[in-house]
Every structure is written in structure tokens, then in C-alpha cells.
């Protein structure tokens, strides 16, 4: 087993002068940031599996360097990632230069072998070096920063997932999404519907969707007035994920009903 010392957790919130490209399930199969396109979106390491493979291409007309590095990935409740430096995995190679038009593989891999209960979650991220090309003096080039996220899964994937409902205060309540299995969701679409009686609809809400990691809770603000959530009943959270469509109804109690 590879010890290391402890992580310091940043959160991500913008980089000046950057581009944080957060990979989602839109791309199934390739994405394109200006002068970069990578295939695939997402690594998986499926247990017994201690490597994987993406591939950059160089889109644009003139070259371009790239460093890569790893970091371990969480998300806050709020959906805020948090980033740490890693060792758990190694990338070749960790400097790349493009030719125009030109594609190299990268190669994620483990540095042993490592059997895991709960998936884990790391990005490599790929950040343009400045001087990659040339300007005029009047221009501005923003440099890319893109991250792709790798998911070390246990022999056995259960996803899973539970609602709940609490904190209210003089605007509304905090609608919980609970990851209950033992890999990540990713969350195409989700609405939440709030019920009265006979199946009255009291409101009707989109939220934010992405990826939901193992072992996590993502935390929704649900504003409604205390009049209206005085006739709910319950309230029916709708998602859409790869597998399709999920709905489960959660009662509300009756503390929500108070500030």
C-alpha cells in the first residue's frame, strides 16, 4: 500500500485566464475546447483493470504544449469541487506537444493494483502552457484548462440513491439527494415537485444535475413560501440518469411546515 502525507483540499471555483472544462455525460464519446479535442470524456477503471487510455488531438493550426496532472476529486454538498494532489495514479506522459493536427495517447494508470468497496474519483487535468502560439500584440489568448474525470470502481458497482428533506427557514427547506450505493450517478435531469392534497401540484422545480460520487449527498435549496408549504403533502423528485428515468416520493414532516 502507497502511504502519503495529508491532502489539502482546495475548492475549485475559476481560474483567471483559464478555461475549467467540466466534462459531462452530454459527450458521451468526445469533447472539443477550442484547439483541443479528447476522447474519451470519462476513464473508467473497472476492478482488475490497472490502466486506461484517452486521446488529445491538436485541432488548431498552430502547436500546442499541455501539462498534466492528477488530483483526487470530492464534491461539497452545494456540488463544489474539491481537489487534492495525488499519487494514488500515474499519466504518461506528463508534458505532451501537438503538432498541428496531430494526436497522441495518454495513459492513466495504477501503480499497483488496488481493490476497492467504494469507488473512487480523481480528474487529470490538462492545462495549456503559455507560448503555445503566436499572437498578435493586440490579442489576448485565454489558455485552456480541462479536466476529465476517472473513476476507480469496486468489483461489485450497487448504485443507489434516497431523498430527504430538511432545514426549514422563512424561505424554504433543503431538498437532500443521498448517494446510497457504492458508485457515482450522473445526474442528466432532475425536478422535484412539491404535492398537496388529491395530488395538487404546490410547485414545480429543475435543479442543478452532474455527477452525484459515491458515498455523497448534493444539497438543494427549495425556496417556498410558508403559506404554500403549509398544503404539501410530499414532495416527488424525478431524475434522469443513463439508465433512464428514477422517481421516488419523500413525505414532508410536519417541522416542515414551521420556520
Known amino acids: 500500500m502507497i502511504q502519503h502525507g495529508p491532502r489539502t483540499w482546495l475548492p475549485i471555483v475559476g481560474l483567471i485566464l483559464s478555461i475549467a472544462l467540466l466534462i459531462s455525460a452530454a459527450f458521451p464519446s468526445g469533447v472539443q475546447a477550442g ?9 473508467t477503471l473497472a476492478a482488475g483493470t490497472t490502466s486506461g487510455l484517452m486521446t488529445v488531438r491538436n485541432e488548431s493550426p498552430d502547436p500546442v504544449r499541455l501539462q498534466l496532472s492528477l488530483h483526487a476529486w470530492l464534491e461539497s454538498p452545494d456540488g463544489t469541487m ?10 504518461f506522459p506528463g508534458l505532451l506537444q501537438l503538432k498541428p493536427n496531430e494526436s497522441r495517447k495518454v495513459r492513466i494508470g495504477l501503480p499497483t493494483q488496488q481493490n476497492v468497496t467504494i469507488e ?3 480528474r487529470v487535468f490538462l492545462e495549456e502552457l503559455p507560448g503555445s502560439s503566436k499572437l498578435d500584440h493586440n490579442q489576448v489568448r485565454v489558455l485552456a ?3 476529465v474525470p476517472i473513476f476507480l470502481q469496486p468489483r461489485e458497482p450497487k448504485p443507489g440513491w434516497a431523498p430527504a428533506v430538511s432545514h426549514p427557514d422563512d424561505k424554504g427547506f433543503h431538498l437532500q439527494l443521498k448517494n446510497t ?4 450517478l450522473i445526474l442528466q435531469e432532475v425536478t422535484v415537485r412539491g404535492i398537496g392534497l ?3 401540484t404546490i410547485f414545480d422545480q429543475t435543479l442543478k444535475g452532474g455527477y452525484l460520487l459515491a458515498d455523497s449527498v448534493r444539497t438543494h435549496v427549495i425556496n417556498v413560501p410558508l403559506a404554500d408549504r403549509a ?3 410530499a414532495c416527488r423528485v424525478h431524475l434522469v440518469t443513463p439508465d433512464g428515468p428514477h422517481d421516488e416520493t419523500v413525505a414532508c414532516p410536519p417541522g416542515l411546515l414551521k420556520q
Open 35 to 43: 484547439a483541443l479535442s479528447i476522447s474519451p470524456v470519462r476513464i
Open 82 to 91: 474539491q481537489l487534492a494532489p495525488t499519487e494514488d495514479l500515474v499519466v
Open 120 to 122: 473512487k474519483t480523481y
Open 145 to 147: 484548462r480541462i479536466g
Open 181 to 184: 450505493g457504492n458508485v457515482h
Open 198 to 200: 388529491k395530488d395538487q
Open 231 to 233: 398544503k404539501l403533502t
